[in-house]
């Protein structure tokens, strides 16, 4: 099978519903909103201009006939619900021009859409630049994914320029760039290092979801690095993480997303907005492009629910509710002395 078409058939077959560190993130609760549901807006701040909706489509596929399928019905599904939407990683076209329109069929159906290009830390400037030119993306994702390289006996072993690729990268891009993991987290110190090479938006896109070093280990026979399934910093934590950087840059998260309360927690905890992956991709392949889409718009009245239920009418302002952490969250806010 076609690596692409495996990643989207197992990411499928690994996404049970399961508990992850969103569960050890209690809301305050406060009996007194002091605010009416109509005074809401779900509006969020990226890239300097306003989105409608604070959460997006995050990277997934392209690259195979099938896939080109998928991106297309996920492309319905963002213009439908006035979601951004990032394909998967573009590298594939780049290589082989056949497999363009893969990817273009996006902004075939969504001309007016947010869409994001998607290409691997390692990548040259050149590819970088020819990825936005694909399919006239309005921002650039780049994505970092050492464990899941370091899984793959194909995979990788070269990381000493990623950074000041990255930097070229950021100078040289004429649409905004976002870095990000792709289900491993972040920390500080990492995203210390990306504020030094001038990257101003990071996707801390932590573990609680889709595993790559999961995924790339059952596509081989041998398995014997399946020590590293649930490798990594989960969402939850590498927000908390986020938040202790003194440097102002912008937080999205990504990573373990599971329903309307995720999205609003992940907001609470600061970032400007979530992405989400393999809950939208299983919906969409089970139940079809309709039920997602209905789904999608119940998550956005849950959401309005939620902020009328904290008092809050701006998605800005999540930040002010109050939450505990349980459990292995708190243990590494107690080691990482975050308070
Ligand atoms: C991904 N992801 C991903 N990320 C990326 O930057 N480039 C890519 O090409 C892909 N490909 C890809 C394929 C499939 C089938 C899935 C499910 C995911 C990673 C994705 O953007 C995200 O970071 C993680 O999946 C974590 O989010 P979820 O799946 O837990 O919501």
Same mark, same amino acid.
């Given at each position: ?8 058939? =197992? ?17 305050? /609760? ?6 009416? *549901? ?11 201009? *306003? ?24 492309? @319905? ?37 947010? +869409?994001?290009? #998607? ?16 399919? !006239? ?11 899941? @390289?370091?899984?793959?006996? !194909? &995979? ?9 690729? =990255? ?30 090479? &001038? ?6 896109? &932590? ?8 995924? !790339? ?26 938040? @202790? ?34 809950? %939208? ?9 309709? !039920? ?10 849950? +959401? ?15 930040? #002010?509710?109050?939450? %505990? ?8 806010? /107690? ?5």
């Amino acid at each position: 099978m076609n690596r692409k078409d495996e990643h989207v058939s =197992l990411a499928k077959a690994f996404h049970k519903p399961r508990l992850n560190d969103f569960d050890a993130v209690q809301i305050i /609760h406060q009996s007194f909103p002091e605010i009416d *549901s109509a005074q809401v807006t779900l509006e969020t701040e990226l890239f300097g201009r *306003s989105f409608a909706t604070p959460f997006f489509i995050n990277a997934m596929t392209g690259g195979s006939e099938k896939s080109k399928k998928i991106n297309q019905d996920l492309a @319905e599904v963002a213009k439908a619900c006035d979601l951004m939407m990032a394909t998967g990683s573009v590298s594939a076209a780049l290589k082989d021009p056949a497999l363009s329109d893969t990817f273009q069929v996006v902004r075939q159906v969504n001309p007016e859409g947010f +869409l994001l290009a #998607n290409v691997g830390a390692g990548s040259s400037v050149e590819n970088a630049l020819r990825a936005i030119d694909l399919f !006239e993306a309005d921002a650039l994702q780049i994505h970092l994914n050492a464990p899941q @390289e370091l899984v793959m006996p !194909e &995979g990788d072993r070269e990381f000493s320029n990623w950074l000041s690729l =990255l930097e070229q990268i950021v100078k040289a891009a004429p649409v905004p760039v976002v870095v990000k993991e792709v289900g491993f987290g972040m920390t500080r110190e990492t995203i210390q290092q990306l504020i030094s090479v &001038g990257v101003q938006t990071i996707d801390v896109a &932590g573990s609680g979801g889709t595993s790559f070093t999961q995924i !790339e280990n059952a596509r081989r026979k041998k398995r014997e690095m399946a020590y590293l399934n649930h490798f990594g910093q989960s969402t939850v934590i590498s927000l908390l993480e986020a938040n @202790e950087v003194q440097h102002s840059f912008t937080t999205i998260a990504s990573g373990g997303i599971r329903d309307a309360f995720d999205i609003f927690k992940a907001l609470c905890l600061g970032a400007k907005s979530v992405g989400i992956s393999a809950t %939208i991709l299983t919906m969409l392949l089970d139940k079809g492009p309709e !039920e997602t889409i209905a789904t999608i718009q119940s998550w956005k009245e849950q +959401l309005q629910l939620l902020y009328t239920m904290v008092g809050q009418t701006l998605t800005q302002d999540l930040t #002010n509710v109050p939450l %505990i952490f349980s459990g292995s969250v708190k243990d590494w806010c /107690h080691a990482r002395h975050i308070s």
